[in-house]
């Protein structure tokens, strides 16, 4: 207490400027990126909401300023490297500085080894893998300008560690989103550049429910977890405290949230 006043919890984000990827809203609901981007928002850093679409972009800004946060929308397609660059360069324009990256963008496609359009193969690798490396080859420098060193976190999957079945594309990059992270926080820790991964289990989210999951495979997939089914809201509180200064010590960490899905087995 301090002069009879509860004493503020601070993640050290307030006054920073964090690119989130993938920040736009896919119809009602909380997704991965816009969960993300709000509680960041909320915990006073400035936020560049990244989308394909402006509008599906301006949904998240527009809910961060109902709340008196500060966001703008930065349209741009990250598996295209030149507006990669021009993302990072719209946000230190806009902001004046850069301090923080999510990239949160990702899909998967059924398919076998046996039966892989290899082009498909290219296309989702370079959406999935080659998007986090080229946004970040172009924040790391900003950040670095900026002074305080800064966080990335690249989202993963649970299928990386336990394939479902008809998914290569999506087991096999998630899984490769782990082994960059680890390899970057290597690289750019002398530049006070902390890079860890968040592997995501059964989170419900718009994107989820748009691919058209019947009630009984939702129900299912709860089931698989000790925890039940998580939201968007759980994916992005973890990711808010390893953008913060809370996780400055942290980094080529790869952490589940799952709710325990890592830690057993099916039922016998």
């Not at 890079?195 to 989170?203: E, Q």
């Amino acid at each position: 207490m301090v002069n009879g006043s509860m004493m503020v919890n601070d993640t050290g984000l307030a006054g920073k400027v964090i690119i989130v990827t993938g920040g736009s809203s896919d119809g009602e609901g909380i997704g991965n990126g816009k969960a993300a981007a709000i509680l960041c928002a909320r915990a006073g850093a400035s936020i560049a909401v990244v989308g394909r679409r402006r509008d599906a972009a301006q949904e998240t800004v527009d809910y961060i300023e109902r709340e008196g946060g500060t966001a703008a929308v930065v349209t741009g397609d990250v598996t295209d490297e030149e507006q990669c660059k021009r993302i990072v360069q719209e946000t230190v324009e806009r902001f004046g500085r850069l301090d923080g990256l999510d990239n949160n963008v990702g899909e998967g496609h059924p398919g076998r080894a046996t039966d892989m359009d290899m082009e498909q193969w290219r296309w989702y690798h370079r959406l999935n893998v080659e998007s986090q490396v080229m946004m970040s080859k172009y924040a790391i420098p900003a950040m670095i300008e900026s002074g305080d060193g800064g966080s990335i976190v690249n989202i993963s999957s649970m299928s990386a560690l336990r394939p479902k079945g008809n998914a290569l594309i999506y087991s096999s990059t998630k899984g490769e989103n782990i082994y960059l992270s680890q390899a970057m926080a290597v690289d750019h820790a002398k530049d006070g550049i902390r890079v860890n991964c968040v592997i995501i289990g059964p989170v419900f989210t718009p994107t989820v429910g748009g691919d058209g999951m019947s009630a009984e495979r939702r129900a299912q997939r709860a089931k698989a977890s000790l925890l039940g089914e998580g939201t968007g809201w759980d994916t992005g509180y973890l990711v808010r405290f390893l953008l913060s200064d809370q996780a400055r010590w942290m980094t080529g960490q790869a952490i589940a949230i799952d709710g325990g899905v890592s830690v057993i087995g099916p039922s016998r």
